[in-house]
């Protein structure tokens, strides 16, 4: 083994899951011009360019994918080992690197993390926020989270809540200037808070029950927006009428500050779930935060193999 190769390796991964030097060079506390250096050396003893770089862009040439698919999972497992024996003395150290949806994060995510500081201060845990379907192994996550029909195939899966409703909300004062709509038709008269997809580009339509069936809700208004919990705030100044899941307004709801439209009409979501590939079933620091879901957000089902249909 060439081992001024190797200490320089865990540098070019960091390029790679990074995307670019400068960043890379944070995740590692190093100059960016130390890990340049550390780049061009393993390339200089390869022969080999791993990154095509511009002055603008930083990406892995095809000989460098290749290589980084080779030696990613060997890192991964020395640095598992390593976790699991200072687990072992008592220590979850290490770094948990999660993809949560926007709307996850406040409803199940904020009082876990609250309560895995405390328990484990040496783990620090790194939240990626991602609306898309991001593949969490190709990303180098170590788990993700979604709604529970959106979950990749052969992942096992934890739940975090139960099901809930989508809903409709308005503010007082939106409801005693506007009226409340009293079908699904109605809501072409209101002022709808509109969601647009960042993935495709499209706008969101609603889904919605009517006579037992699911229906899609093209609606119109004067805002449109990208962030689930940016509508919530909307609605509660009384711009309009919001469609966001229920946990994420209960309190607000409870107290009176926005009202639920259309009850009849709200469809069922089958809640969130965190989800991971088996081979990192093992990691503590993974081990760690699942013990802490429990502990936090109450009895969950047993992991299970979503398989493809």
């Known amino acids: 083994m060439d081992r001024d190769l190797l200490i320089h390796l865990p540098v070019v991964l960091a390029v790679a899951r990074c995307g670019g030097f400068a960043p890379a060079a944070a995740d590692l506390g190093m100059s960016p011009s130390a890990v340049s250096h550390a780049v061009r050396a393993v390339e200089d003893r390869l022969d080999t360019p791993l990154f095509a770089r511009t002055t603008r862009s930083v990406a892995l040439t095809e ?3 290749a290589f980084i698919a080779d030696i990613g999972p060997a890192f991964t497992e020395i640095g598992e080992a390593v976790e699991r024996l200072r687990a072992a003395r ?11 949806p926007r709307v996850a994060l406040q409803i199940a995510i904020t009082p876990v993390l609250t309560e895995l ?3 484990h201060p040496g783990l620090v845990v790194e939240i990626f926020s991602d609306d898309s379907l991001t593949d969490i192994v190709a990303g180098g996550f170590d788990a993700g989270v979604r709604l529970g029909g959106m979950i990749a195939q052969d992942m096992v899966a934890l739940r975090l809540t139960p099901p809930f409703k989508a ?3 308005a503010a007082p004062s939106y409801v005693e200037a506007r009226g409340v709509p009293l079908t699904i038709g109605d809501l072409a008269a209101h002022n709808c808070i509109g969601f647009r997809l960042l993935t495709s580009g499209g706008l969101y339509a609603w889904e919605l029950q009517e006579a037992g069936e699911d229906v899609a809700v093209s609606v119109g208004g004067s805002v449109r927006v990208t962030d689930p919990t940016y509508a919530k705030e909307l609605a509660l100044a009384g711009t309009g009428i919001a469609y966001v899941f229920e946990p994420l307004v209960r309190r607000e709801l409870e107290e009176g500050r926005l009202h639920w439209l259309l009850p009849e009409n709200a469809i069922e979501e089958p809640g969130l779930f965190l ?6 079933a093992r990691a503590p620091k993974l081990r760690a935060f699942i013990e802490t879901v429990r502990d936090v957000l109450g009895p969950t089902i047993p992991p299970t193999i979503v398989k493809s249909s």
Do not use: S
């Open 63 to 65: 000989a460098g994918r």
């Open 90 to 100: 008592g220590r979850v150290t290490g770094v948990l690197r999660l993809n949560v």
């Open 117 to 119: 500081a405390r328990r």
């Open 167 to 169: 809903v409709l909300v």
């Open 275 to 280: 989800y991971y590939p088996q081979r990192t």
